[in-house]
């Protein structure tokens, strides 16, 4: 009998969800409708209950439409055609079968859709408590990063995850690394109170976010429980043997996971992509390999050049033979800004080998590209990690969901008049041999004009201080669990910040006023803001940090900036996956003004910044004549 009740348990269940799923609640009246924007903020804010009504009349109104009417297509599909006034329409009149079927993405993109104002953050705070993983999402950075207050999303995020029923163990640990509590967490995996809490999956998960890979691979040592292992599982493994150097073992796993997981592969081309383990990672593991041109070969796995090949088939190559060739060959740059500025290195080789080539660019670029390289020409394209409300109709035309991180509208119009098109990440294995080879490489620093007079003023007034200028940027704008690792908090670098007969000069974008006071306010220090938009005027950063003596960077846009800039430069950086740009004299691969320190992989980042602050004291007070890192 408790089988038969349990049976007809699960299929009435089973019956309600296809029947909610299937049908446009609110038509029918099964729950109360949104009133207005306060009724819905109560709702996305608290455990609020609707009210239900149902009639004959509903149910069999909504049963006649199961076969027409799928709230969850709906929803997909005015969402990757960037209709998103519609798509909000369809989600507050349906948000209550979207909270009680636990749909969180939904409510993540109308986060991202609403970015910058209010309600985001309430979309945002019920599917963080509803699905408490999205705190460490990409989404939700994105969306944070685009608030006004952004010390009030995190306090109002924080306190919906802690609240959820559904927290973890593991998104406990999640949410701590996210508030910088790593020394905290490191002490609580050692707890058997804790780890007994976590299951093996789980467990690997933690120890991957902490950057605990010797730990990690004698988990997986003791259980090797592959069957039950995801792909996400594989890569934190695979991850943590590059990270040790046990690259045979990292090999074997990679082979392991693609017979795993041959027959369900999500890819949309196995021809591109015929592996499990993402491109990144394999990146990573020729680089400890040392072998660049097969490190860098590992770009044209990745899921936009996929995207190319499945919209474009006849135009797409990965080859540089065929761009030689072409009458009118097209190069997409991609990626963020500071990957196009280490990349740009090869544009000269490119365009010796056919100098029709366009080559796209981002448009805060263009006038510094320009000047370094006259002899291509540049189309200054928009692209964007993700679309929202303000910026849709510009990528609305585009055939494909993924393409707005390629190209606009504008320029997918006039895509035909290309013969050939491709990633500059498609042809860098094929250059980069070229590159490294040349006696001297390609690029020069941008000449230096100042025409903002207010600016060349204020630059001046520093210099003639006598102090020290030194450039500071310790953070991207855009932070998760696994990019925290890359970068550094202001406790983190005080070391550095005390340094005596020395002007620290913001070079961070994005809002930090909160960081800069508190610094002002706990230990009287002040970092100097000079009055440019450091997002949008590359142009001006530039011409600023060559007012510099010295730059240090962690590892985003800025530190690209400061190698074209010249100016000497330390990478803030203990990662292991920067290790391939530095060279026998510590210097980076693409710029040689950049300095890392040494065995940096191997140390804390409290140890990294005390010895670039030790460096420059040494360089300041005790022998002015050397230069940086020369020893």
Excluded at 68 to 73: D, E, I, M, V, Y
Excluded at 284 to 292: E, R, T, V
Excluded at 496 to 515: M, R, T
Excluded at 609 to 624: A, G, H, P, Q
Aim: aromatic share 10%.
């Amino acid at each position: 009998m408790k089988k038969i009740h349990n049976l007809m348990k699960k299929t009435a269940n089973r019956l309600y969800r296809t029947a909610i799923q299937y049908s446009i609640a609110g038509r029918y009246n099964f729950v109360e409708k949104v009133i207005d924007e306060e009724h819905l903020i109560q709702i996305l804010s608290t455990e609020y209950k609707p009210k239900y009504c149902v009639s004959f009349n509903a149910v069999w109104e909504a049963f006649i439409d199961l076969r027409r009417a799928n709230l969850f297509s709906q929803l997909d599909q005015l969402y990757y055609k960037k209709d998103y006034s519609e798509y909000i329409i369809l989600l507050v009149k349906n948000i209550h079968i979207i909270i009680h079927l636990n749909k969180t993405k939904y409510l993540s993109w109308a986060g991202l859709v609403t970015k910058g104002t209010e309600l985001s953050k309430y979309y945002l705070g019920k599917a963080v408590y509803l699905h408490p993983i999205a705190i460490n999402d990409i989404t939700t950075a994105i969306i944070i990063e685009g608030y006004p207050d952004k010390a009030d999303i995190n306090l109002y995020l924080r306190n919906m995850t802690l609240r959820s029923k559904l927290l973890s163990p593991l998104e406990f640990g999640y949410l701590l690394l996210k508030d910088g509590e790593e020394t905290y967490m490191r002490k609580l995996v050692k707890k058997s109170y804790f780890v007994s809490k976590l299951n093996v999956k789980q467990y690997i998960a933690l120890l991957s976010a902490l950057n605990m890979p010797s730990v990690l691979i004698k988990i997986h040592e003791r259980n090797k429980d592959y069957a039950s292992y995801d792909v996400k599982t594989f890569e934190r493994i695979y991850d943590a043997y590059t990270r040790e150097g046990l690259l045979d073992n990292a090999k074997a796993l990679f082979d392991i996971a693609d017979k795993t997981f041959f027959n369900n592969q999500k890819t949309l081309s196995k021809a591109i992509n015929p592996h499990i383990i993402n491109n990144k990672l394999e990146r990573h593991y020729w680089f400890a390999k040392g072998d660049l041109v097969k490190a860098y070969a590992t770009y044209r796995r990745q899921n936009l050049a996929q995207v190319l090949s499945l919209v474009f088939p006849s135009q797409y190559t990965q080859l540089t033979s065929v761009i030689e060739k072409a009458h009118q060959p097209l190069v997409f740059a991609s990626w963020g800004p500071g990957d196009e500025i280490r990349f740009s290195q090869v544009y000269n080789i490119l365009v010796r080998k056919n100098s029709n080539i366009t080559i796209t660019c981002e448009p805060r670029l263009h006038k510094i590209l320009c000047e370094l390289y006259p002899a291509v020409n540049f189309l200054p394209v928009n692209r964007t990690r993700r679309v929202n409300n303000e910026c849709a109709s510009i990528y609305d035309a585009l055939p494909h969901k993924k393409l707005h991180h390629l190209m606009d509208n504008a320029l997918f119009d006039s895509i035909e008049r290309y013969d050939s098109i491709s990633m500059l990440t498609d042809l860098l294995s094929e250059q980069i041999e070229i590159y490294l080879s040349a006696e001297q490489k390609y690029i020069q620093p941008p000449v230096a004009c100042v025409k903002d007079i207010a600016l060349k003023n204020e630059i001046n007034e520093l210099q003639k201080t006598g102090c020290k200028l030194v450039g500071i940027s310790w953070r991207s704008s855009i932070m998760t669990t696994s990019r925290n690792e890359h970068y550094f908090t202001i406790e983190q670098l005080m070391s550095l910040l005390k340094l005596e007969g020395v002007i620290f000069v913001n070079l961070q974008y994005g809002d930090c006023a909160v960081e800069l006071n508190e610094l002002e306010e706990k230990h009287n220090i002040k970092i100097h803001n000079i009055n440019i938009d450091h997002y949008n005027d590359f142009y001006s950063v530039i011409n600023v940090m060559q007012g510099l003596d010295v730059i240090v960077s962690a590892g985003t846009t800025v530190l690209e900036l400061a190698g074209l800039a010249g100016t000497p430069t330390y990478a803030l950086t203990n990662s292991h996956g920067v290790s391939y740009r530095v060279s026998e004299s510590h210097k980076d691969l693409w710029f040689s003004n950049i300095h890392y320190v040494p065995s940096m992989s191997h140390l804390t980042k409290c140890e990294v910044v005390n010895y670039i602050s030790t460096e420059l004291y040494r360089v300041f007070n005790e022998d002015k004549t050397k230069v940086i890192n020369s020893k």
